[in-house]
């Protein structure tokens, strides 16, 4: 499903950013989820980083990454000037509210996110490599082709 990549925000390879790269969607730590510890629908591949910011938080419109009708630009923009994350507003306000919590709860918006996303994009423009499963954030570098 992810080639290797965080589930939420494409970090890539994992093994350099994660020693554990398990997330519990659903935190195991709240009692109304802890019969879902080891339930394959509530773990994905994850970086610390998303790991580490979301921790123990749950609202109910959190987007799942492997929902039958996700699409990333349904929900999410970017601006290439200083790679910015942030709601499609041309969506509903529902998916625009979904998008923002899950902006928010997995920290994808933070400056290091930010800077991360550019200096991707930098190394991207200027790379021979043939597959866009060889760079992180692939959402955000796919747009720029």
């Known amino acids: 499903m992810t080639q290797g990549h965080c589930s ?12 554990v790269p398990v997330e519990h969607f659903r935190p195991k730590g709240l009692d109304e989820f802890a019969h879902l510890d080891f339930k394959w629908s509530n773990l994905y591949y994850c970086c610390e980083y998303c790991q580490l ?8 419109a959190l987007i799942a990454p492997d929902e039958p009708d996700y699409r990333f630009l349904r929900y999410f923009v970017f601006d290439y000037t200083n790679g910015a994350i942030s ?3 041309t969506s509903s306000l529902h ?12 920290g994808l918006d933070s400056v290091i996110r930010r800077q991360y996303r550019l200096l991707e994009l930098r190394k ?6 043939s597959t866009i499963d060889d760079w992180a954030y692939r959402d955000f570098l796919e747009l720029t082709m």
């Open 53 to 60: 910011e979301k921790k123990e938080k749950w609202e109910e």
């Open 8 to 19: 939420f925000c494409d970090a890539f390879p994992l093994e350099d950013r994660s020693k």
């Open 124 to 129: 991207f423009l200027g790379a021979t490599s």
């Open 87 to 89: 709601p499609n507003p």
């Open 95 to 106: 998916e625009q509210e979904r998008a923002e919590i899950t902006i928010r709860l997995y």
